[in-house]
């Protein structure tokens, strides 16, 4: 026994020295490696085995050792894993190594069988090691637990599609996406599918209810690569980690110990989410996993955690060792910008302002560049500015400037004519330009003659008055003034019904009239212009000259004929504009009567106003009724009850459509309308129905009806009425004759 | 200056011109190298101790490498029994407090050794640095290692032999570049340790253990902190050594149960025990890859 342990301490001895000679020089490591792997195989003692199973873990993860010496020693080691593990081993440290090898093992295994299908021996091995560990995984210790995580991790990375670049295939990552759809070994629908189930059970630990900490950590600390690498999974396994809430896993009692995993998993949680999201901050989840870390945070506050009421408010730092006050203060550690001294002799603004030694920086055109690539460019880099760093290049500028003021003070003006004055073309300048621009120019413009003192204290300049324009000028400007806004109208009333009621709706009374810009603005613009901008203007005109209407044409009526012109190019579609332009002219006109009608009490003589709601109100009545039809019926209800005032003429002519014989009962109940609704107008109206019940045959009925219900007492219902129904079979026979009468008259 | 006396002792046993490795006699049992291969008569007693001198790996991480993890590297190194242990900043440069508040002394991780920093503060303002203690601890740093390591650049598994030539203190063990357990001394590094450690990719298939101990960053916190830490260490190697026995075949009847536990699995509840012990350090923990 004696002898066997000291034996053991000599062996343990030497593999110690041979493992100090590699890790001083990894060339000699597959000599070691393989004069080690005889002593350490599954029949040596139990120190050997942890012995040697630590060392091949540390071997095929240094990253002192080339991947390509690592899979050429690879064969070998996997027999004396396999036939270790297959034991079959039960020490937990030794087998804890082995996965650990094997995690490390397996992509550059599989990266070899890519390359050499014809080695399947070691396939085979790589494989039963693989199921092995699968099998333990459930059953081992934590300790192995642990490591069979990080080894399926490691299978997922592998058996998932990684990014590829067809350009350098030696540096592409291993991945199934370097794998030959028609390998001999490797099956690729069968490792996707083998790498989909492992991450499930991977995954499944944040679905459990009453998961280890010591699992949850080492899955969560193991996925990062695999979001950042594997584009196909990262979703599935952020939405795995968001549905997980390490409080749940608290326990009854909450013993200290149950505080610490529960603490533990919730910031190891946030710890990977914070990673992903600094890594891409455009993360499609990136809303929801800091929503999801607030509520961590927030129900580990509830749940456990009662540490945080244990403790204090932070102490000040005695030392200023603190980070987040050593930020600000380190003005210091940066290197200053270097501000180079200006060239002597004349310099011009760009080299003022170059603060780059760079050539090729300080020679490159900006305007080279895209607008819009610029404001990509320039909008960060703005937000970003270092404020120390910022001022100390404003500083270096200033140095440079006032020292240049200096020289150019010390330097007596060289006296020059005034020749050049043309340069400088004084009109433009505008008068109240800041003194030291002046100055600036001046002080580095190249041209010595601008040093001129006196040119510098140019007077102000005015423009001079246009000459005065005709009044045909004026009101042909005017026009096309007017015509240009009519544009707008067009352009921008594309849907006027649907938006104008949209707007209202949004709107309500608050509304400003014209505040919008849309259509309807436009129209109050035109209106509010026609009607009252040039009130009172008129009065004058119609006192001094009475005579002839040559000066009729004034720019509101212009704008009114363009307006009725307007209207009636597209009556059904335009009538609210109508409406509204008559609304203001009645309102204007009652404003005008109002005020002539103050200043005439002082005055006391006669005056007139000229009032021009019934003129066009008629005039757009007159212009659209030839084209009424019977279906215009809402249309034309809607323009008669909206108009600010119906007058007797304006009766008229709505009696007038009884003319036609299909217009009848749009007559009638258009009069019927305002009998009803608009009580100021009823007697007007009852009258027109009365008319037109006696002038036409065709609308009795209808309009017998409306006269029996408002009017019974009408002289004209009560003869009809007994002969009502012989009237109904005469008609029929005269309305053939009667018709082109009515249409005639 | 408040570390004077242990500093003291620390110089005593390391002489300050680091030559070539100088193994002190329990290091033999540490790490058994060549030395042990001499005397292998000794065979059962070595046995024995072989199991009992197992060691987990340490690593200290604090922002700067200077103070809080280079305490806790000092007190794991020099333990009565010494762990391997390597230590690391996580800053983006290793900042240490200067005349003023906005005027740090700043360097490069890697790149400077504690000697330089010395000598560069000992020539600036002997007084003031001697008198905030920035002296001492670069004194005490640079007895321990050449100089400030980031986290960041460390490759994981990349044989540090060099290191235990170089004479740092305890870096016997820790030749394979790989450790068992990273202990933060401040929530920050944790974070940036677990962060890194994922974007490293986990390429060594291993797991460690991620403790964060939070300690504040001044000398005396830093003193307390060490201790704490190294009784953290000493509890988690006991777990380890006794994993290790259990499941030793000759040893199949040396422990049933709860001793049969893994090492790995009982870490929650060892840190919450020693959480009880010092509730003013409040840990965190994970497992990650290297």
Redesign the interface.
């Known amino acids: 026994m ?1 002898q066997s ?2 034996n ?3 062996q ?3 593999l ?2 041979a ?2 000679l590699v ?2 020089d990894s060339a000699f490591y597959p000599q070691i490696v393989n004069g080690v792997l005889p002593i350490i195989g599954a029949r040596s003692r ?1 120190e050997l085995r942890r012995w040697g199973a630590e060392f091949l ?2 071997t095929f ?4 050792l080339a991947p390509a010496q690592k899979e050429q020693l690879a064969a070998t080691a996997l027999q004396t894993l396999r036939e270790t593990l297959e034991l079959p081993e ?4 030794t087998l804890k190594h082995i996965v ?1 090898a094997a ?2 093992l397996y992509p550059l295994v599989f990266r070899h069988i890519i390359n050499h299908p014809e080695d399947s021996t070691v396939w085979e091995n790589m494989t039963a090691i693989k199921d092995d560990i699968l099998r333990r995984w459930d059953t081992s ?4 637990k ?2 069979c995580i ?2 399926v991790q ?1 299978v997922v990375q592998v058996q998932t599609h990684g990014l590829t670049d067809p350009r350098r295939p030696e540096q592409n990552e291993t991945s199934l996406a370097i794998v030959p759809r028609n390998h001999s070994l490797l099956s690729l629908p069968y490792l996707e599918a083998e790498a989909s189930g492992l991450l499930d059970r991977l995954l499944s630990v944040f679905q459990e209810d009453a998961s ?3 699992l949850v ?2 899955t ?3 996925l ?2 695999l979001i950042r690498t594997r584009q196909s999974i990262g979703n599935k396994i952020i939405n795995a980690i968001l549905s997980f809430v390490p409080a749940r896993q608290a326990r009854t009692p909450v ?7 529960v ?2 998993m919730e ?2 949680a946030r ?2 989410m ?2 992903i999201m ?1 890594r891409n901050p455009s993360h499609p989840l990136a809303s929801k996993m800091q929503q999801h870390i607030e509520r961590l945070m927030q129900s580990r506050i509830e749940t456990v955690d009662d ?1 945080s009421k ?2 204090g408010l ?2 000040e ?7 987040s ?2 930020a600000k ?5 940066p290197p200053l910008i270097k501000v180079s001294p200006l060239p002597p002799g004349p310099v011009s603004y760009s080299q003022l302002y170059t603060l780059t030694d760079d050539t090729g920086l300080s020679s490159f055109d900006v305007k080279q560049l895209p607008v819009d690539l610029l404001v990509k460019i320039v909008v960060p880099v703005l937000a970003r500015v270092d404020q120390s760093v910022l001022q100390q290049a404003v500083d270096g500028v200033r140095m440079r400037y006032q020292t240049l003021q200096k020289q150019q003070a010390a330097q007596p003006p060289p006296a020059t004519g005034e020749e050049e004055d043309d340069d400088y073309e004084p009109e433009y300048q505008p008068m109240d330009v800041a003194e030291p621009a002046a100055e600036q120019e001046d002080a580095l413009s190249a041209e010595p003659v601008d040093l001129q003192p006196d040119l510098v204290s140019l007077g102000p300049f005015v423009l001079p008055q246009p000459p005065p324009l005709s009044e045909n000028e004026a009101a042909e400007i005017g026009r096309s003034a007017v015509g240009r806004v009519f544009d707008m109208l067009a352009s921008s009333g594309v849907a006027p019904n649907t938006g104008k009621g949209k707007g209202q709706q949004h709107l309500g009374f608050s509304r400003l009239a014209g505040s919008t810009f849309d259509r309807d603005a436009w129209v109050t613009l035109l209106t509010r212009l026609a009607t009252r901008a040039p009130a009172g203007l008129e009065v004058d005109n119609k006192k001094n000259d009475q005579d002839p209407s040559s000066k009729r044409s004034t720019i509101s009526d212009s704008i009114r004929e363009t307006l009725y012109r307007y209207i009636l190019e597209d009556f059904r579609g335009r009538v609210n504009v109508g409406i509204m332009w008559l609304n203001e002219e009645w309102y204007n006109d009652r404003i005008q009567m109002k005020f002539t009608a103050s200043q005439r009490a002082e005055e006391d003589e006669e005056s007139s106003v000229p009032l021009h709601y019934d003129q066009w109100s008629l005039r757009l009545l007159d212009g659209f009724l030839p084209y009424l039809d019977s279906r215009d019926t809402k249309i034309f209800i809607r323009f008669l009850s909206e108009i600010p005032e119906v007058t007797i003429p304006i009766t008229k002519r709505v009696a007038s459509l009884a003319k036609d014989p299909e217009r009848v009962n749009l007559c009638i109940q258009s009069l019927l309308y305002l009998i009803m609704f608009r009580p100021p107008a009823r007697e007007m109206c009852l009258n027109a129905v009365e008319d037109v019940y006696q002038t036409y045959e065709e609308s009795r009925p209808a309009a017998g009806k409306v006269l029996a219900r408002w009017r019974p007492q009408s002289t004209a219902v009560q003869q009809a009425q007994p002969e009502q129904q012989s009237t109904l079979v005469s008609r029929t026979v005269e309305s053939e004759n009667n018709t082109p009468v009515a249409n005639g008259a | 200056m408040a570390y004077g006396p242990r500093l003291a002792s620390a110089g005593t046993a390391t002489p300050d011109p680091p030559p070539p490795p100088p193994p002190p006699p329990e290091s033999a049992m540490a790490a058994p190298t060549e030395t042990e291969s001499s005397d292998g008569t000794a065979a059962a007693p070595i046995q024995e101790q072989q199991s009992d001198s197992y060691k987990l790996r340490f690593c200290t991480v604090c922002a700067s490498n200077q103070n809080r993890s280079m305490e806790a590297h000092l007190r794991l190194s020099t333990a009565p029994s010494p762990f391997p242990v390597i230590s690391f900043g996580t800053g983006s440069l290793v900042r240490l407090p200067g005349p003023s508040i906005t005027q740090p002394n700043v360097y490069n991780f890697n790149t400077t050794s504690y000697s330089q920093m010395y000598e560069e503060l000992f020539s600036k303002d002997e007084r003031l640095y001697r008198n905030n203690g920035l002296l001492n601890m670069l004194e005490r740093n640079r007895n321990l290692k050449w100089g400030p390591e980031r986290f960041q650049d460390w490759v994981p598994g990349m044989p540090r032999v060099d290191h235990v030539s170089k004479g740092d203190k305890g870096a016997l063990g820790t030749e394979g570049g790989v450790v068992d357990v990273i202990i933060t001394c401040e929530e920050r590094c944790w974070d940036a340790v677990v962060d890194d450690l994922m974007n490293k990719g986990s390429l060594l298939n291993r797991p460690v253990h991620v403790f964060n101990v939070d300690i504040k960053d001044n000398h005396e916190e830093a003193l307390v902190g060490g201790k704490a830490i190294l009784e953290l260490a000493n509890r988690l190697n006991e777990a380890a050594v006794q994993e290790r026995k259990a499941n030793n075949p000759e040893g199949w009847e040396n422990g049933t149960g709860e001793a049969r536990r893994s090492f790995d699995e009982k870490v929650p509840e060892i840190l919450a025990a020693w959480q009880e012990k010092w509730p003013n350090l409040p840990a965190l923990w994970t497992l990650a890859w290297l």
């Open positions: 004696a342990t000291g053991l301490v000599d343990i001895a030497q110690n020295a493992r100090t890790l001083g139990l873990a540390e993860s240094s990253p002192a039960k020490d937990t440290v650990e995690a490390s210790p934590f300790s192995v642990v490591c990080k080894f490691r280890d900490p010591l950590n080492a969560l600390n193991s990062a690569i013993t200290p110990a149950v505080r610490v995993g603490k533990s910031r190891t710890a990977l914070i990673n600094k540490s244990k403790r932070p102490i730092p005695t030392d200023g060792l603190d980070n006050k050593r203060l380190d003005a210091e550690s």
